[in-house]
């Protein structure tokens, strides 16, 4: 595994828009305080033509224009047609998730991006179409982290810093946090006495960029649930524990009762994205497992658009594509359809049905993707995952 190197005081973050660019608000207005912030303490900052773009279907730009801005900055820290330029990036972070970045794909060299010096990418969402894949089809390790824009909202939530101290090499063992955002107050629209939902009183371009920056409204106490096999091979065998019964469960062994200790390797992201790999020309996952398997793997998912029954779907159909074999334990994510419910489906039954049967433990309910905050992961990495509690610990091992 190829991991690169750190960013260095001074240097250059590239920005590039492989899905949506920074072309609406508030991702333009915090896209642009970010750059601000990031010269203030002392980075230079390269642009790929890309970052302001809005004329593509689902993605920023067409799709060739937006595999060709990728590879070149990539491979060589600046679009080709910013060559002369002096600048290139050191480290990139991409401007957005989006929805149509799978068709990116085609047009993304790996095997170039595999023989060049390596640099960080950090993105989630639909920036699973490559973290996930730089890692399994170039051995390069990528991180599944905050965009551009959330750099732009002050004050920087703790999660900010830690992808910041990811990318310059200052930590690479992380914790998760106390509180998390169920409502985003920075896209609610006015209302008060005077308005209502169908008639929302109209807010000043002023108000709207101040919203735009707020920070995350963190307001709710992280509450984990464990799923605890307990018998190999046979689904629904378990117990679902939450954080504060997983310490006083008489019938878990002391081992669990002390907490729950993984070491293997990081795979995952957004299961809406992953779920489009298996069976085509990049499903290059069976190989990577068995290059890997001695260390096992550590699978981190969480889900976006998915809904009870679908995120059903979609763990049967990883499963059944052997795609956990050599699994020792599942980290998945608050899913952006929190607390719903669908014909007996919910978002814990929806994972413990399907994959509770394979003899790995699953934590829930975690600080990863699209219900901030999200711990950086860095896809590909060896990994100690320390869980007890309402707490998790991650400690990257690159090697």
């Known amino acids: 595994m190829r991991y690169p190197k750190s960013l260095q005081p001074g240097g250059t973050i590239g920005f590039i828009a492989p ?15 970010a750059l601000r912030l990031f010269h203030e303490m002392g980075y230079k900052t390269y642009l790929g033509p890309n970052c302001y773009e809005g004329s593509g279907i689902g993605i920023s730009n067409t799709p060739e224009k937006c595999g060709e ?5 990539m491979t060589t820290g600046v679009s080709r047609y910013d060559a002369e330029s002096g600048e290139k990036a050191d480290a990139i972070i991409t401007c957005g998730g989006g929805e149509l970045m799978c068709e990116v794909v085609p047009f993304i060299d790996f095997e170039k991006i595999k ?18 894949l730089s890692t399994i089809l170039a051995d390069t390790a990528a991180i599944y982290g905050p965009c551009a824009p959330a750099f732009g909202r002050e004050p920087w939530h703790e999660s900010i810093t830690d992808a910041l101290k990811l990318l310059t090499g200052e930590k690479t063992e992380f914790a998760s946090y106390d509180l998390w955002e169920k409502d985003d107050f920075s896209f609610e629209e006015e209302s008060g006495e005077a308005g209502s939902e169908d008639s929302p009183v109209e807010i000043s371009a002023e108000e709207e960029a101040r919203r735009a920056l707020l920070p995350y409204n963190v307001t709710e106490p992280a509450r984990y649930f464990y799923y605890l096999p307990q018998e190999e091979g046979k689904a629904n065998s378990g117990k ?19 907490g729950i200790n993984i070491k293997g390797r990081l795979l995952g992201g957004c299961v809406d994205i992953l779920t489009l790999h298996v069976g085509t020309k990049t499903d290059k996952v069976a190989e990577f497992l068995e290059k890997y398997k001695d260390d096992g793997f550590i699978w981190f998912l ?20 052997g795609w956990f074999k050599y699994v020792k334990g599942f980290m998945i994510g608050r ?11 919910d978002q814990y039954n929806a994972v413990t049905d399907i994959l509770g049967g394979l003899g790995a433990p699953i934590i829930m309910d975690l600080d990863i993707g699209h219900v901030p905050p999200m711990l950086p992961i860095v896809s590909g990495s060896l990994a100690e995952v320390k869980a007890s509690g309402n707490k998790i610990n991650m400690k990257y091992i690159f090697v």
Request: hydrophobic share 30%.
């Open 302 to 321: 969480e889900c976006c658009d998915l809904d009870p029954l679908s995120m059903r779907r979609a763990f049967w159909q990883m499963r059944e594509a």
């Open 69 to 73: 801005e990728l590879t070149d900055v």
């Open 115 to 132: 023989n060049s010096d390596p640099k960080w990418y950090m993105g989630y969402s639909d920036n699973t179409n490559y973290t996930f």
């Open 240 to 258: 679902l524990l939450s954080g504060g019964e997983l310490t006083s469960d008489n019938s878990a062994s002391e081992d669990i009762r002390n």
């Open 335 to 345: 899913p952006l359809h929190f607390g719903e419910e669908a014909l007996g489906v």
């Open 19 to 33: 899905s949506f660019g920074c072309a609406i608000e508030p991702y333009k207005t915090r896209f642009e305080n």
